[in-house]
């Protein structure tokens, strides 16, 4: 299984990014998929989950109205669109593939290697 997340970057505050990732070896509409965050010396953290088929999703209550995740179950892609981006959401960015629904990051199965995402002032 391969988890490949790409699309990080410099960002200027307020700015927007728009993370993909990538998935092969599993099958993938059979799996929730999730994004997560990691900042420099602070645990993991989750960020936005959506559902196998893409009928539900989930935020977390600090990115609700600025991001919006989204798959492609025929290209086995989710994606993460992030506006009104702010500095203190700099962290490398994880996409995570489980069975069911979660937030938790040790729920997940599958991990990807990380998006590296810096916000600037």
């Known amino acids: 299984v391969q988890l490949q997340a790409s699309g990080g970057g410099l960002v200027q505050a307020g700015g927007f990014l728009r993370l993909s990732c990538a998935a092969s070896?599993?099958?993938?509409?059979?799996?929730?998929m999730g994004w997560f965050r990691q900042a420099p010396g602070k645990e993991r953290e989750f960020v936005a989950g959506?559902?196998?088929?893409?009928?539900?999703?989930y935020y977390d209550d600090s990115v609700k109205g600025r991001f919006a995740i989204s798959r492609d179950n025929a290209e086995n892609t989710v994606l993460l669109q992030m506006n009104s981006l702010k500095v203190e959401e700099t962290a490398v960015y994880y996409c995570?593939?489980?069975?069911?629904?979660?937030?938790?990051?040790?729920?997940?199965?599958?991990w990807g290697q990380g998006t590296e995402v810096t916000v600037s002032s």
């Open positions: 959506i559902s196998r088929t893409g009928g539900m999703t």
């Open positions: 070896g599993l099958p993938f509409s059979l799996y929730n």
């Open positions: 995570a593939a489980r069975i069911g629904v979660a937030r938790t990051a040790t729920a997940y199965e599958y």
